[in-house]
């Protein structure tokens, strides 16, 4: 069985760095999409990066390109989203998934496996 359980998130101030985690188990591929999702408050879901397992590929989103970034530990199946220079447009929860689709990720391309979300809350 395919799980995927987030880890990390908090209370940070504007301007500073977060990094939690994505833990991945039961995965039966080498070569999957792992995509960062995040939901704002009254707000529906925005694709925010992505690694591709099998030749270590990314992609983010422009709204988060040059702070976040997205990497993998393979020996622990774990995967990371590191986020520098937080803004409060930030603040939101965020999900990992995988998705057999490559990104970007549009509404439309939700099936697949989701962790239970990590809350990310950016303070002045």
């Known amino acids: 069985e395919l799980q995927l359980v987030e880890a990390g998130g908090g209370l940070v101030q504007h301007g500073h760095s977060l990094r939690f985690t994505c833990a991945a188990s039961g995965f039966t591929s080498s070569g999957v999409w792992l995509h960062w999702s995040r939901q704002a408050p009254g707000m529906g879901l925005e694709w925010v990066s992505s690694f591709y397992t099998g030749d270590g590929n990314t992609a983010s989103a422009a709204s988060v390109k040059g702070r976040f970034t997205t990497t993998r530990d393979v020996t622990k199946n774990m995967m990371y989203l590191q986020m520098n220079n937080l803004k409060s447009e930030d603040t939101a929860l965020y999900y990992c998934?995988?998705?057999?689709?490559?990104?970007?990720?549009?509404?439309?391309?939700?099936?697949?496996?989701w962790g239970q979300g990590t809350q990310v809350t950016v303070s002045p």
């Open positions: 998934a995988k998705i057999a689709r490559m990104p970007p990720l549009t509404p439309s391309m939700l099936m697949g496996v």
